[in-house]
């Protein structure tokens, strides 16, 4: 890490330098005392010796001198100056350190700077400096260090900042600075410690050219509008120990060169539009210890080789759109202390080995699609401070082992939008101690939104109830039908409402009505006719359960049955011959050769038609009742029948598309309902 006290003594000693009690030029005398006069020198913190006689200047506060009685140094840092840099300050021509950061200065950074040719550290951070930042700055070829962070300055960053190739050090951010990045960056070849533009506005790409700077530990991006594409040049940056790319517009996919910056410790790449899916390569950046790629665009799962991170404390990936499991090789990340995964996609259930994660201070897993229960061990995270698994698909009971969270805060958790539960009264008031009233859509920042607490509590456990309408039915018009679901049962407080609703039926015995039994009189139809009920049963925790019946409805007297010649008796080798050669399309002698039986009421071929006929034309014959009466499905399941075929082999690939009987049990109850 850069140390601005280092540098300073070490510039100072490169100038043997003295505290002098010499006279100065009376160009610099004149400069020193505009400063004072100029930033309210009176209300300083320490202002000893200032505005002394001529000859004492090098024994006023924070002023070093050299050999030769030229001032070589200013460092009047934290000590209360307020107003503006004088434009005299560009008489100290053999200044080499100029440090007055951590004040409350305004105005501009006087242009005259340019003349401190010998200056080495440029320390003006921490003030409210405004304008721009001064494209004379490229004169000061010697600088060392740059830091002018943390005040009001505008207006784009000069090119000619790319003059400074001895720079090891450059911050500029928290400004409003606006504009590009210019590509004359890439000629600081020199800079090794920092290089930070953060928290400013700018806009446009990354240069390409920031890949010169190889030997740069620390590169601050974030915070601005930067937009395109992150450079596959920052992969030559191989010393990099901090990239911040944070809070931009950059898109596409991370190129692969990222994940070969070995040495990194730190990968801020949250707050973008990113997308594609995180290689298997992260697990090449085994020095990390914070890791963010959160509110972004990623998609695929989470590469198992993520568990080669052990040196990880803090793992960030929420709000993306990554799928699949939560790898169970997160378990080596031992060192973990905030495990955000929320608001993806992620399924399957919460790993048991993120009990080993012992280390972890917040945990957020909300807004996924997890589901099954939650997995006794997380009782073991007993330093977790929060925990969010709110919104998704969790259920069953919450384990015992949650007690052992006894370092989570009140009214920071949030357990909602589960189907969990607890019978244990204690875990069942711990947990609503914990559980929030208001949603955190986005963990750590705490964006929030209040709703009700009633929908938040860990209720304990209510069995639904078991809705049972009793066996299906098959009765004739006119008769009474008893729907009974006296059978229904609830395991603890009881059945509290009965809802009987037909829901199925070309007739309708009733709408809706209540109670465990309901009668009605079955309505008269001239075919066979089935009708569905549905019986809801309610228990007093307001749960719900349904059941069906069917009821199947016969005419009182078929208008046409199938003994086709009227003798009394149905053979498949007599009325389903007769049946069959009809709808086969056998007509005259050749219909009824051999086919009427003894003592038929209709033996000439005349009447076997006309009687067939009647039993097409009105559809009863058409078995399947899919408005189509044909040889190779309805003819077929009444020959199968008369056969004494049941259960599926009588449907087999006989019954017609669209038909409005099915099964087995309703072929079977049409037809028998055709016998006279």
């Avoid at 607490?453 to 049972?468: G, V």
């Avoid at 069959?580 to 076997?608: C, D, H, P, Q």
Wanted: charged share 15%.
């Amino acid at each position: 890490m850069f140390n601005i006290r280092y540098v300073t003594v070490t510039v100072l000693a490169l100038c043997f330098a003295v505290n002098a009690y010499g006279q100065i030029p009376a160009t610099e005398r004149e400069a020193l005392i505009a400063l004072y006069n100029s930033t309210d020198g009176a209300n300083w913190n320490n202002n000893t010796g200032w505005l002394g006689p001529e000859g004492t200047e090098c024994s006023w506060y924070g002023i070093t001198c050299d050999g030769s009685g030229n001032v070589t140094s200013i460092d009047l840092r934290s000590n209360n100056l307020q107003g503006s840099i004088p434009a005299e300050i560009g008489n100290l021509t053999n200044l080499s350190s100029f440090v007055l950061y951590q004040n409350q200065l305004s105005g501009t950074i006087p242009a005259e700077i340019a003349n401190l040719i010998n200056l080495t550290l440029l320390w003006l951070g921490e003030n409210q400096l405004n304008g721009t930042v001064p494209g004379e700055i490229g004169n000061l070829i010697n600088l060392i260090a740059v830091d002018l962070s943390h005040n009001r300055l505008t207006g784009s960053i000069p090119p000619e900042i790319g003059k400074l190739v001895n720079l090891q050090y450059l911050s500029l951010s928290r400004n409003q600075l606006n504009g590009s990045i210019p590509p004359e960056i890439g000629n600081l070849v020199n800079l090794s410690y920092n290089l930070d533009l953060s928290f400013n506005q700018l806009t446009g790409n990354i240069p390409g050219t920031i890949g010169n700077l190889i030997s740069l530990s620390s590169l601050s991006l974030g915070q601005n509008q930067l937009s395109g594409s992150i450079p596959s040049e920052i992969g030559n940056l191989v010393n990099l120990t901090y990239l911040g790319l944070s809070d931009n517009q950059l898109s596409s996919s991370i190129p692969l060169e990222i994940w070969n910056l070995i040495n990194l410790g730190s990968l801020w790449l949250s707050g973008n539009q990113l997308s594609g899916s995180i290689p298997p390569e992260i697990g090449n950046l085994i020095n990390l210890s914070t890791f963010s790629l959160s509110d972004n665009q990623l998609t695929g799962s989470i590469p198992s080789e993520i568990a080669n991170l052990t040196a990880l404390t803090l793992l960030r990936l929420g709000r993306n759109q990554l799928t699949g499991n939560i790898p169970s090789s997160i378990a080596n990340l031992v060192n973990l202390d905030e495990l955000d995964l929320s608001g993806n996609l992620l399924d399957g259930s919460i790993p048991s080995q993120i009990g080993t994660l012992s280390n972890l201070f917040d945990l957020y897993l909300s807004n996924n699609k997890l589901s099954g229960p939650v997995p006794p061990e997380i009782g073991n995270l007993v330093n977790l401070w929060q925990l969010d698994i709110s919104n998704n698909e969790l259920s069953g009971p919450v384990p015992l082992q949650m007690l052992n969270l006894t370092n989570l805060a009140d009214y920071r958790s949030d357990f909602c939008g589960n189907s969990l539960y607890t019978s244990d009264t204690g875990l069942h008031d711990f947990l609503n101690t914990k559980q929030s009233d208001v949603e955190y859509f986005s963990f750590p920042d705490g964006y929030q939104q209040d709703r009700d607490w009633s929908d938040c509590q860990i209720t304990p456990e209510n069995l639904s109830p078991t809705a049972n309408t009793g066996p299906d039915q098959t009765v004739t018009s006119g008769t009474a039908v008893i729907l009974d679901g006296s059978a229904s049962s609830d395991p603890d407080d009881g059945i509290s409402f009965y809802k009987w609703q037909q829901i199925f039926g070309s007739v309708y015995a009733f709408y809706e009505r209540a109670g465990a039994t309901v009668t009605f009189t079955a309505p008269e139809v001239s075919t066979p006719v089935t009708l569905t009920f549905e019986l809801s049963v309610y228990d007093y925790a307001g749960h719900q359960s349904p059941d069906t019946c069917t009821v199947t409805i016969l005419p009182s007297a078929p208008p046409w049955n199938l003994d086709i010649d009227g003798n009394g008796s149905i053979q498949a080798n007599k009325d389903g011959f007769l049946l069959m050669r009809y709808l086969y399309s056998v007509r005259g002698e050749n219909l009824i050769k051999g086919a009427v039986g003894s003592g038929a009421m209709r033996a000439t071929a005349a009447e076997i038609e006309t009687y067939i006929a009647l039993g097409i034309t009105g559809r009863i014959a058409d078995i399947d009742g899919n408005g189509s009466i044909q040889a190779n499905k309805d003819g077929f399941l009444i020959m199968r029948y008369l056969y004494s075929v049941r259960g599926e082999n009588l449907i087999k690939g006989t019954v017609g598309s669209g038909a409005m009987r099915t099964t087995a049990a309703e072929i079977e109850a049409y037809i028998l309902s055709l016998y006279p």
